[in-house]
């Protein structure tokens, strides 16, 4: 293995991953202020997340509402809070080379790509003992993951769909690090079962046998790579899970050559595994409500069989059993089986509720991990079936090889083309924004508790993206249910303190429920706006769009000033092209002249 076209592959991907970040300083060009641009709206809360572990605050922090873990004011467990192992590994060096929440946020999503691209570089060569298949079938599995999504660029470009989303599984840096950990996970545990060659004898093609120690290296490393993605990302680390257990079936059903010590090592591998669950479990018990509220847990036994990862998953599974039938591979050979295990778990993994009867927002493993765990099994399986093409190192195959390489790189940039641009207006008003951001963080300078200070931002956008580098909490972000610093009833309720601060009325809010997503998830949740995230999708009724209307206009009318100090706020700031009228908040709140940042006016106020 030459490790050069691995590290040709990571560079290529990690340029995709910085695509976003070129873009808006290619938009902003000198005016930028130094602000990351993010490639999905759920990024900020990430950062926000990442900019409190710099900060020192606690594991089970929430930076939209100040409430951190303390004695005596003991926390519940979020979805932060559990899967804490990528924020760590991205904040604690930015800590200490003092770098801030944007540039870690850049770094950390160049790095995953790299990392990424590596490893699944040396999964494939594992396969195909073939270099420039390694760097291609790398390419195209990762350049490749919303179009083995159904998703991304494809639906514009050959279609009349919506460019989005951007390079999925890079979503920073979650799941953009747990991807490096789980295929290094696989080609760990691939390594270890020293696959065979076609015909069942070890040859050169079969690539060298392992050594005790490298063998015992694998093995250890394989466990952590496996906790690290179980302390991430819940649908990657289960994808994993389901995958070596479907690897230990087929040993078991099959009995390769040499099962009984693979099944050793894979035993040996799933025990490892399995103490990381212990403390997780643990976790998992002391989560919050509003957790189980935001997740859309339903519970069903239907197969969901309409995806386009299973599709994938399909051919590739009678692509193999059809080489079979006709003797140009044996199934008892370990590449094969293999290949196999890759093109099962897709379909395992979105029709594990009809045992479990439990089905939890399948569309995650469409976009972040079974599309590529689909297209990483249509690579081993081409590996698989011209093997021996590969092995011989023809010039001819490896021209080939080079040239699916460029047509991955080619399809990558139209992927970052297409889908970044959507976000192009968001990042340069987050951009534009920074300067009031970073003023606020001076304001918090010597501050007993500037977690505890509260924000209103009227400009959605900016009170979305304001704790990832101010350290003051917001009186209500779009985000901000998916910690676990507030109930789900004080989340609603901040949300119609917004509501009232800015004047809207009854009315006002019933045009919103109709017709604004985002004032159905605040009042609502997830799953009410689209059936995209679950089985049990239902659309809003009028009827309860009258009676959340009437709740609103009871808050309103019994509005009080104990409720306008709760929570405090300290802050305001308007966007000045908004029109925005202050009047419902001035009756409560005393405003200074102001502070002009831009386009932005920063208002310190007093409770009257």
């Known amino acids: 293995m030459k490790l050069r076209f691995g590290v040709i592959a990571g560079i290529f991907l990690a340029i995709f991953c910085l695509y976003p970040q070129m873009k808006m300083l290619y938009l902003r060009g000198d005016a930028w202020n130094g602000h990351y641009a993010y490639n999905d709206i759920d990024e900020v809360a990430y950062a926000s997340y990442?900019?409190?572990?710099?900060?020192?605050?606690?594991?089970r922090n929430d930076p939209y509402s100040g409430v951190d873990d303390k004695p005596g004011e003991p926390q519940p467990e979020s979805l932060f809070s559990i899967q804490f192992a990528a924020p760590f590994l991205v904040a604690y060096p930015a800590r200490w080379l003092g770098v801030g929440a944007p540039w870690a946020m850049t770094i950390s999503g160049a790095a995953a790509g790299f990392l990424t691209a590596v490893a699944a570089f040396w999964l494939i060569f594992t396969f195909s003992r073939n270099?420039?298949?390694?760097?291609?079938?790398?390419?195209?599995?990762?350049?490749?993951?919303?179009?083995?999504?159904?998703?991304?660029?494809?639906?514009e470009v050959f279609f009349e769909g919506f460019s989005y989303p951007y390079f999925p599984g890079f979503r920073r840096y979650i799941p953009a690090m747990a991807m490096a950990a789980v295929f290094l996970f696989f080609a760990a545990v691939v390594r270890l079962l020293s696959p065979s060659s076609i015909n069942g004898d070890r040859d050169q093609a079969a690539g060298p046998e392992l050594s005790r120690k490298l063998r015992l290296v694998l093995i250890v490393a394989a466990a952590p790579a496996f906790s690290f993605c179980v302390f991430s990302y819940f649908y990657i680390w289960t994808t994993a899970a389901?995958?070596?257990?479907?690897?230990?079936?087929?040993?078991?059903?099959?009995?390769?050559?040499?099962?009984?010590?693979?099944?050793?090592?894979?035993?040996?591998?799933?025990?490892?595994?399995?103490?990381?669950?212990?403390?997780?479990?643990?976790?998992?018990?002391?989560?919050?409500?509003?957790?189980?509220?935001?997740?859309?847990?339903?519970?069903?036994h239907a197969p969901d069989i309409w995806r386009m990862p299973e599709y994938i998953s399909t051919v590739c599974i009678l692509l193999l059993v059809v080489a079979a039938a006709n003797k140009i591979v044996s199934v008892r050979d370990k590449k094969f089986l293999v290949a196999l295990s890759f093109s099962v778990v897709p379909l395992i993994v979105f029709n594990q509720q009809v045992v479990t009867g439990r089905s939890l927002q399948p569309i995650h493993y469409q976009v972040f991990v079974g599309n590529y765990v689909a297209g990483l099994g249509l690579v081993v399986s081409i590996a698989v079936l011209f093997g021996r093409l590969l092995w011989s190192r023809a010039r001819w195959m490896n021209a080939a090889s080079a040239a699916l390489a460029a047509v991955a790189v080619f399809w990558g940039l139209v992927e970052c083309h297409y889908t970044v641009r959507v976000l192009d207006e968001a990042n340069e008003e987050r951009d534009l924004a920074l300067p009031v951001a970073r003023r606020l963080e001076e304001l918090a300078t010597g501050e007993t508790d500037p977690h505890r200070q509260t924000i209103l931002a009227y400009d959605m956008i900016q009170s979305d993206d304001?704790?990832?580098?101010?350290?003051?909490?917001?009186?209500?972000?779009?985000?901000?249910?998916v910690f676990a610093g507030l109930s789900w009833q004080q989340s609603k309720e901040r949300y119609y303190q917004y509501l009232h601060y800015s004047n809207v009325d009854e009315k006002g809010l019933d045009w919103l429920l109709k017709n604004d997503f985002v004032s159905q998830i605040a009042l609502f949740g997830w799953g009410r706006h689209t059936d995209r995230l679950s089985f049990d999708a239902k659309p809003?009724?009028?009827?309860?769009?009258?009676?959340?209307?009437?709740?609103?206009?009871?808050?309103?009318?019994?509005?009080?000033?104990?409720?306008?100090?709760?929570?405090?706020?300290?802050?305001?700031?308007?966007?000045?092209?908004?029109?925005?009228?202050?009047?419902?908040?001035?009756?409560?709140?005393?405003?200074d002249a102001g502070e002009h940042i831009g386009k932005y006016t920063v208002h310190r106020v007093r409770l009257r």
Not at 50 to 59: F, K, N, Q, S, Y
Not at 131 to 155: D, I, M, P, R, T
Not at 558 to 576: C, E, H, K, T, W
């Open 131 to 155: 270099n420039w298949f390694a760097l291609a079938g790398s390419l195209v599995v990762l350049a490749g993951g919303a179009v083995f999504a159904g998703e991304g660029a494809a639906l």
């Open 466 to 481: 304001l704790p990832t580098v101010a350290p003051q909490n917001v009186l209500w972000a779009r985000h901000q249910h």
């Open 242 to 300: 389901a995958w070596l257990g479907t690897l230990f079936v087929l040993w078991l059903v099959v009995r390769p050559a040499g099962f009984k010590s693979d099944l050793m090592i894979l035993a040996s591998i799933g025990v490892g595994c399995l103490l990381s669950m212990i403390p997780y479990a643990f976790l998992l018990s002391n989560r919050s409500q509003t957790m189980d509220d935001v997740q859309l847990l339903v519970h069903t």
């Open 50 to 59: 990442v900019r409190a572990l710099i900060d020192g605050r606690p594991r």
């Open 540 to 591: 809003l009724t009028y009827g309860e769009i009258a009676q959340e209307v009437a709740r609103f206009k009871a808050f309103r009318e019994g509005f009080d000033r104990a409720q306008a100090a709760s929570p405090l706020i300290s802050y305001v700031v308007i966007n000045d092209e908004m029109n925005v009228d202050t009047s419902s908040l001035e009756r409560w709140y005393e405003m």
